[in-house]
């Protein structure tokens, strides 16, 4: 029988390369992201696609680990190998961050990780299983103008530690991965220029390392040795390290491409926007037609915590829904305010071509997100 691995961040540079790696390995994969149409191009791109599940899924959201675990579970039956590839780097002071700002970068990072081991975790024990954390240079040798993304990748690091000492006796192994510079979209995403083309390592060596990992169950891998090795000599010297990153910003590839670079004259850069975002955004309306939908009842999800990927994880399932069995597998224990909330959600959803109304209270699955 095939094993199974969850990999968040699959849509793009080293999360994208792993699934790649692993289907040719012949593993079965959750394929974790928010663009979907880039998850359905990889899916597409294998003769194997019966191996794939894609979720389009944001990891910001309340509840997305347990629902990547339940779609796993659902679809291959087993967990084996999870590598959390998912992650954003943030710019600016970390004294200027909103809070919004720092939310993100300890959601991603570090509670959507630990949480989905925690979902994870009885069936990591079933199969002795392995855990990925991908962690940064920057965890030990904090790079000034990334937020709270050195604090973050810190805290992964030192969780990765605890897990792995914790989960031992259960046979689960926790590696960290430091993943050196990666020639990935990750930092020119956020307006740097990212580290020289030299330096930086294709994400199929690090998706190669990761997979070697899991042959040798190993709980630590350092994709660029080199690079992991001046790091640890910059641990030691903490003021120098400071002193050279702050100095020389191409160390981290931290220099701002000339395109975003803030002047009195220039306004900052429109940030790239997900459909997600798009739809919070009052002044535009939003051409997602699941968010065209769900648009009336956005606060009210909001207040009650019903996300959005809860909703496409349930058109996925292509099943008949009741408001009973909705609101049951949402909230455990329903109020009544949650009762109405899902009455209401059914109904726009029905409105919106997803569901249709079968009588006495039923809707069936039409359409997915
Ligand atoms: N590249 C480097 O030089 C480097 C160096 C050290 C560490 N790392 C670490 O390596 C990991 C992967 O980085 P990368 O270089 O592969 O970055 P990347 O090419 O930008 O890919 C990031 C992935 O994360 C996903 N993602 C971002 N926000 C998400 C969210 N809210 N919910 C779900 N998925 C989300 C993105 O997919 P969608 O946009 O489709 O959601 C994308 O698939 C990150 O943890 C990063 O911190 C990278």
């Given at each position: 029988?095939?094993?199974?691995m969850i990999?968040?961040g699959?849509s793009a540079?080293?999360?994208?390369a792993?699934a790649?790696?692993?289907?040719?390995?012949g593993?079965?994969i959750?394929?974790v992201?928010?663009r979907?149409?880039?998850l359905?191009e990889?899916a597409?791109t294998?003769?194997?696609?019966?191996?794939?599940?894609?979720?389009?899924?944001d990891?910001?959201e309340?509840?997305a680990?347990?629902?990547?675990?339940?779609a796993?579970?659902r679809?291959?039956?087993?967990?084996?190998?999870?590598?959390?590839?998912a992650g954003v780097?943030?710019?600016?002071?970390i004294?200027?961050?909103?809070?919004?700002?720092?939310?993100?970068q300890?959601q991603?990072?570090v509670?959507a990780p630990?949480?989905l081991?925690?979902e994870?975790l009885?069936a990591?024990?079933?199969?002795?299983?392995?855990?990925f954390?991908?962690?940064?240079?920057?965890?030990?040798?904090?790079?000034p103008?990334?937020g709270a993304?050195?604090?973050?990748?810190?805290a992964i690091?030192?969780?990765?530690?605890?897990?792995?000492?914790e989960?031992?006796r259960?046979?689960i192994?926790?590696?960290?991965?430091d993943?050196?510079?990666?020639?990935?979209?990750?930092m020119r995403?956020a307006?740097?220029a990212?580290?020289?083309k030299r330096?930086?390592?294709p994400?199929k060596?690090?998706?190669d390392?990761?997979?070697r990992?899991?042959q040798?169950?190993?709980?630590?891998?350092?994709?660029s040795?080199?690079q992991?090795f001046?790091?640890?000599?910059?641990?030691?010297f903490p003021s120098?390290a400071?002193a050279?990153?702050?100095r020389f910003?191409?160390?981290?590839g931290?220099?701002r491409?000339p395109s975003?670079?803030?002047t009195a004259?220039?306004p900052?850069?429109?940030?790239?926007?997900y459909?997600a975002?798009?739809?919070?955004?009052?002044?535009k309306?939003s051409?997602?037609?699941?968010?065209?939908a769900l648009?009336?009842l956005?606060r009210?999800?909001e207040?009650?915590?019903?996300?959005?990927?809860?909703?496409?994880a349930l058109?996925?399932?292509?099943?008949t829904?009741t408001?009973e069995d909705?609101?049951?597998?949402?909230?455990?224990?329903?109020n009544k305010?949650?009762?109405?909330?899902?009455?209401?959600?059914?109904?726009a959803?029905?409105?919106?071509?997803?569901?249709?109304?079968c009588?006495?209270?039923?809707?069936?699955v039409v359409r997915t997100?």
């Open positions: 029988m095939a094993r199974t990999i968040t699959a540079g080293i999360g994208r792993v790649i790696a692993a289907l040719e390995q593993y079965d959750v394929a992201a928010r979907q149409p880039l359905d990889l597409a294998f003769a194997r696609a019966d191996a794939i599940e894609t979720l389009p899924l990891l910001l309340p509840g680990p347990a629902l990547i675990v339940a796993a579970l679809r291959f039956g087993t967990i084996d190998v999870i590598v959390n590839a780097v943030a710019a600016g002071g004294a200027e961050q909103s809070d919004s700002a720092l939310h993100e300890f991603l990072h509670v630990l949480a081991l925690r994870a009885p990591l024990q079933a199969t002795r299983g392995q855990v954390f991908i962690g940064s240079g920057v965890a030990r040798v904090p790079v103008g990334l993304y050195s604090a973050a990748k810190a690091r030192n969780a990765a530690r605890s897990a792995r000492t989960l031992r259960y046979g192994i926790v590696t960290y991965v993943p050196g510079a990666v020639d990935t979209e990750f995403r307006g740097f990212g580290a020289h330096f930086a390592a994400p060596r690090v998706a390392s990761i997979l990992a899991v040798r169950r190993k709980a630590v891998v350092n994709a040795p080199w992991t001046a790091v640890g000599v910059g641990a030691l120098l400071q050279v990153v702050t910003p191409a160390i981290a931290t220099q491409l975003t670079k803030m004259a220039s900052p850069p429109e940030p790239l926007t459909p975002e798009e739809a919070a955004r009052p002044e309306p051409r997602d037609p699941l968010d065209a648009g009336p956005a009210r999800m207040r009650l915590k019903l996300s959005r990927g809860f909703i496409i058109l996925e399932s292509k099943t829904l408001m909705v609101a049951l597998r949402w909230a455990g224990m329903p305010n949650e009762r109405a909330l899902v009455h209401d959600v059914l109904e959803l029905s409105d919106g071509g997803f569901l249709e109304r009588g006495d209270g039923r809707y069936a997100a």
